[in-house]
């Protein structure tokens, strides 16, 4: 049985070992129609965005829950908060469910807050966390939101995982209801269909980030640490666009949607954006960017993808995030065939 420590350290080894997939996130399947009369200046275009209940993100980039809870996360955790504040970004924490619980290595996430005091950070929790802790997890980084992160098909991966799934839904209404911040359940790389999200807004849930699969692979992850578990869990999952598309069929656009999953480019982030998405989420990249490079240089990556996504609106004729909702596109492949199933 491997320590709490261990695991967060495994994750970030094997979540920078590997690559994206081996499913794809499906936006190679979605094209947008370019508008070449744009009757735009560049300097016009806007990347602001907004989230219900969340100050206005200055743009739809979300640096998503990476680490916490260990040694070396809080150097982690310190530098990604730097580059969320170069950049400003609003940036998530990785799971804070077990340092509440034990009591330990709380600085690993207020690093966070110290290190970027104005920015817009998101606590994160279990499914699991009562709401107490998750009121507690909120208030040790001042957070503008609670991320509640789904992870099934994770833990059934994990030698050490849950496998009592019984009662999230409960447990979530209750955070949803009962916190001082919003909360936005998340999935983790398989992704979400429509009936689950109708279910968490029905709860009182208003913003989702449909997790979907194509990008960090957990179940790959931890494949590569227990090779002996279901590593066919690999392949489990929905495409982050298709996923998409489940979200922005039973949701309006003053509820939230993020699109995480192998979201890498600024052409990705356009198509989620066009598709519905309010913001979208970046982990592993960013991770590998600072790894590689350091902050300045994870710093200057993200930008190229915010000056590239800047070009890509103006290729539509977009000067702002909610006019890309009326941009036309159209699918080819699997996120075709998936487009006329949802419709029937
Ligand atoms: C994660 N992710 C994650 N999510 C979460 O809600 N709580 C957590 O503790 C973690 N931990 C974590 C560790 C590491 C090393 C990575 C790379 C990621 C998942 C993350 O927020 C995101 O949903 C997925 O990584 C998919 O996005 P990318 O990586 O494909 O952009």
Same mark, same amino acid.
């Given at each position: ?183 936005? /359940?998340?999935? !983790? =790389?398989?992704?979400? $269909? *429509?009936? #689950? ?131 036309? /596109?159209?699918? !080819? =492949?699997?996120?075709? $065939? *998936?487009? #006329?199933?949802?419709?029937?």
């Amino acid at each position: 049985m491997k320590t709490r420590e261990n695991r967060k350290h495994d994750h970030i080894k094997y979540a920078l070992a590997l690559a994206d997939g081996p499913l794809e996130n499906g936006f190679s399947q979605v094209h947008v129609v370019p508008n070449c009369l744009p009757e735009l200046n560049l300097s016009q275009i806007s990347l602001a965005t907004a989230l219900p209940g969340i100050p206005t993100l200055e743009h739809p980039i979300i640096i998503n829950a990476m680490t916490g809870g260990a040694q070396e996360a809080e150097e982690i955790n310190k530098q990604l908060a730097q580059v969320a504040k170069l950049t400003h970004s609003a940036m998530a924490v990785g799971s804070q469910y077990g340092s509440i619980k034990s009591n330990n290595y709380l600085e690993s996430f207020t690093v966070v807050r110290r290190e970027n005091p104005q920015g817009i950070v998101f606590a994160n929790v279990s499914p699991l966390a009562t709401v107490c802790e998750g009121q507690q997890a909120v208030d040790m980084l001042e957070a503008q939101a609670l991320q509640v992160h789904l992870n099934v098909a994770q833990e059934l991966a994990m030698e050490e995982g849950d496998r009592n799934f019984t009662g999230f839904l409960k447990s979530i209404e209750a955070l949803a209801n009962n916190i001082s911040v919003p909360i936005i /359940v998340k999935e !983790t =790389g398989a992704g979400m $269909a *429509a009936e #689950q999200i109708n279910a968490l807004l029905n709860v009182g849930v208003n913003i989702i980030d449909i997790g979907g699969a194509g990008g960090t692979n957990f179940m790959a992850i931890e494949a590569a640490r227990f090779p002996t578990t279901n590593t066919e869990l690999r392949t489990w999952g929905l495409p982050t666009a298709i996923s998409l598309l489940e979200a922005a069929r039973v949701m309006s656009h003053n509820q939230g949607i993020i699109a995480t999953g192998g979201v890498r480019t600024g052409l990705e982030v356009l198509k989620a954006l066009i598709l519905g998405a309010n913001a979208v989420g970046m982990a592993g990249n960013i991770l590998k960017f600072l790894v590689d490079g350091g902050v300045e240089s994870a710093a200057g990556e993200l930008v190229k993808i915010l000056h590239n996504l800047q070009d890509f609106m103006l290729l539509t004729g977009c000067k702002t995030v909610p006019q890309l909702t009326k941009v036309p /596109v159209y699918f !080819t =492949g699997e996120v075709l $065939a *998936a487009r #006329q199933a949802l419709i029937k």
